[in-house]
């Protein structure tokens, strides 16, 4: 088995490793450490790709819901839950699972990648280069930028920390005239505040912390989930939250996952999620270009098509977001996100004149493999099986006039299952 070398141990690249593994690679993964600490919402969902990546001791770091006050066009009623991560802690919990598995973490920082047909010269600080038959990229917004890409508006976080005395976890996320803020408190008293911008315009460097010390002091959120501390200045750091795809997310000997093969404005949705979404599919996808040559193409065009996918998913959900906020329609930053990537919605209306059969490529155990697919206006990367019954065949069905033989042929319990998913596409008998 040859050499895979996985750069970065945030989720995204700890999923690739843990896939790898249980395929019988050989993983490496290099990885240094975050630089600022910081805490990081999560939903249920999120908790759920944990658990399906085999990242247990990681999952174990969420905390319990707590509650989440949203306050976004003027209404400040909306009130659900989510769970706070620390991510220092989440990070080290991440490293555990790689070394429970037998994965091999190095500790260092990664200086430059010699790469050819051949190969990968992966140079660390510190240390001896690392030699890799293949290379997965997975360290986020700090991989290198590289070939083609789509740039979103250009957005800058920043995020401020303080301490105050333990107390009821919490946190929220309120609507501004220029941008956005989310913040939230750790049952030790650890605070978090980040609020997100346009990246033009803003105060000088120096000037950054007594400046978001003053937009604290304006709001009555930050007064209700804080102490006095949330109103002096704290420490900062600032941050690229620029939604970006990457066009080319492979190449022979090399594959991009999460951040470092789309990025998304944290709006858009949780960065751990969507980190997961395409870091769950690398395993068959480099398995498949190593191990069936003469699929390796197939493999490289699912990537890819399933990262933009995944990222017009993310993007779309976050624009609309964005469009629920009315009061500030002309100042550019709401104006420039409410209108970006397009104006296709987020879920295609039924419409069964468009449901057609197609081959296209899909996870097929640990491989990649071409299938007939049933193709509709909202899954446009077409649907193989629902939930073990193979669509495409009772569409070609239904087409030749034989759809209640094709059914026949099914237990009861999924004949009803594909009659309610025909009739969520728009067919009437």
């Known amino acids: 088995m040859p050499e895979i070398v996985v750069l970065g141990a945030g989720p995204a690249g700890a999923a690739v490793a843990l896939g790898l593994k249980r395929l019988g690679y050989s993983v490496r993964v290099v990885s240094e450490w975050r630089r600022f600490t910081a805490v990081e919402g999560v939903s249920q969902r999120v908790l759920d790709g944990l658990r399906?990546?085999?990242?247990?001791?990681?999952?174990?770091c969420a905390a319990?819901?707590?509650?989440?006050r949203v306050l976004w066009n003027g209404d400040g009623q909306s009130i659900n839950q989510e769970c706070l991560l620390d991510r220092p802690r989440f990070d080290a919990a991440i490293r555990e699972d790689l070394r429970a598995a037998g994965i091999d973490v190095v500790e260092a920082r990664v200086l430059k990648v010699d790469s050819t047909d051949a190969g990968h010269l992966i140079h660390l600080d510190c240390r001896e280069p690392l030699r890799a038959a293949f290379l997965v990229e997975a360290r986020g917004r700090s991989a290198?930028?590289?070939g083609g890409r789509l740039r979103g508006p250009e957005t800058l976080s920043l995020l401020n920390q303080w301490q105050e005395a333990p107390g009821q976890p919490g946190s929220a996320v309120e609507s501004l005239p220029d941008g956005w803020a989310w913040m939230a408190r750790l049952v030790d008293g650890r605070c978090y505040w980040q609020i997100t911008l346009d990246a033009g315009g803003l105060p000088p460097k120096e000037e950054l912390a007594d400046?978001?010390?003053l937009r604290r002091a304006e709001s009555s959120l930050v007064r209700e989930l804080f102490g006095d501390a949330a109103l002096q200045p704290a420490s900062l750091h600032a941050r690229s939250s620029t939604a970006i795809l990457f066009h080319e997310a492979s190449g022979s000997n090399w594959l991009r996952v999460g951040d470092a093969a789309m990025a998304v404005d944290p709006l858009s949705g949780n960065g751990i999620f969507q980190s997961l979404s395409s870091a769950l599919q690398a395993p068959a996808v480099i398995n498949t270009m190593l191990q069936c040559p003469d699929r390796a193409e197939l493999a490289r065009r699912f990537h890819q098509r399933r990262v933009e996918h995944l990222f017009l998913r993310f993007a779309r959900t976050g624009r609309d977001f964005y469009g629920l906020e009315q009061r500030w329609p002309d100042q550019p930053f709401w104006r420039d996100r409410r209108s970006w990537p397009d104006a296709e919605p987020m879920h295609a209306a039924a419409d069964f004149s468009q449901v057609r059969v197609e081959r296209a490529p899909v996870i097929h155990g640990d491989l990649i493999d071409e299938v007939e697919v049933a193709v509709t206006a909202d899954q446009p990367l077409g649907i193989w099986h629902l939930q073990g019954v193979e669509?495409?065949?009772v569409i070609t069905a239904l087409q030749r006039g034989e759809l209640n033989h094709a059914l026949a042929a099914l237990p009861e319990a999924q004949r009803r299952m594909v009659q309610g998913w025909l009739l969520a596409q728009g067919y009437r008998p």
């Open 211 to 213: 400046y978001c010390a």
């Open 144 to 146: 290198p930028l590289a």
């Open 52 to 60: 399906q990546a085999g990242l247990r001791h990681a999952l174990a």
């Open 64 to 68: 319990a819901p707590s509650p989440r």
């Open 391 to 393: 669509l495409a065949p």
